[in-house]
């Protein structure tokens, strides 16, 4: 079994949690992660200490409550995989955080080095930019819910939508070298939704001197570590893949590499 897959609980821990990346268990310095499942009328509450967190409402819906700001009635997926943009809550360093489910909720916690200087925000639905990447079997919806040119210190959030049959996060790109402006360093997880639920995705991630080579099957509700290296994503035929990335690193700045094997397929004849 691959060390850079993370499998969730069987059943939630009291406050919700059925998934969580700390940087102790990953090996890593900055990212950490949690995704949490609340029965409708169970709350969850965390407070950030040096931490930054984007709470990302992947399907459902809740109030949330910071130390000075609430929010009532947020969310509008019932289901991720309606590819609606999502609402999302950041929350600075210092702060705390409560969350009611007004449904069955699902929702991620990216949290990363938080340093102070912004104010927690709602990121509605409006507020997310949406494209579509790449052409053919490389095409791909995406959702930047916290891209760089937002405020934050460390966080770099995005989801993607892969249909089925299709190729993303391609070309395989990498970023794990501090060596701007050609590339940036940044850790970063993939959680992946599958529909339908018993299908699954392929991911690999591999360096250039292929000390670190893997070719993974994930299934639904699990999230692959990426610590350096490519790592494209392929959802086979039949099943429509969801996953969420978070990023962060030394700078906050996504630059990245493609694979020099690879990287014509941007340009075909």
């Not at 700001?69 to 702060?95: C, H, S, T």
């Not at 930047?144 to 460390?154: C, F, G, R």
């Not at 995005?158 to 790109?173: C, I, L």
Request: glycine fraction near 8%.
């Amino acid at each position: 079994m691959s060390k850079l897959i993370v499998h969730p609980a069987a059943r939630p821990e009291e406050d919700g949690v059925v998934l969580s990346v700390t940087p102790e268990t990953a090996g890593w310095t900055y990212v950490g992660f949690q995704v949490v499942k609340l029965a409708e009328g169970q709350t969850f509450s965390r407070t950030t200490g040096d931490q930054e967190l984007c709470l990302v409402l992947i399907q459902g819906r809740a109030d949330v409550t910071t130390s000075q700001k609430q929010w009532l009635g947020i969310g509008e997926r019932m289901n991720v995989f309606e590819q609606l943009p999502p609402y999302a809550v950041y929350v600075p360093n210092d702060d705390r955080v409560e969350v009611l489910a007004l449904t069955p909720l699902e929702f991620a916690v990216c949290a990363a080095p938080g340093h102070g200087g912004h104010d927690a925000r709602l990121i509605e639905p409006g507020d997310v930019g949406t494209e579509v990447r790449g052409y053919g079997l490389l095409e791909r919806k995406i959702h930047n819910i916290l891209p760089e040119t937002e405020s934050a210190d460390s966080l770099l959030v995005v989801e993607v939508f892969t249909p089925a049959g299709h190729w993303s996060s391609y070309p395989p790109h990498k970023h794990d070298r501090d060596a701007l402006p050609d590339e940036s360093l940044l850790e970063e997880t993939y959680y992946f939704r599958v529909q339908p639920e018993q299908g699954f995705a392929m991911q690999r991630v591999y360096t250039d001197d292929r000390s670190l080579d893997e070719t993974l099957i994930v299934g639904d509700g699990q999230t692959v570590l990426v610590p350096k290296g490519y790592h494209p994503v392929s959802a086979p035929p039949g099943y429509d893949v969801y996953y969420l990335n978070v990023m962060a690193g030394p700078k906050r700045v996504w630059k990245f590499h493609n694979d020099p094997d690879h990287a014509w397929i941007m340009n075909p004849k």
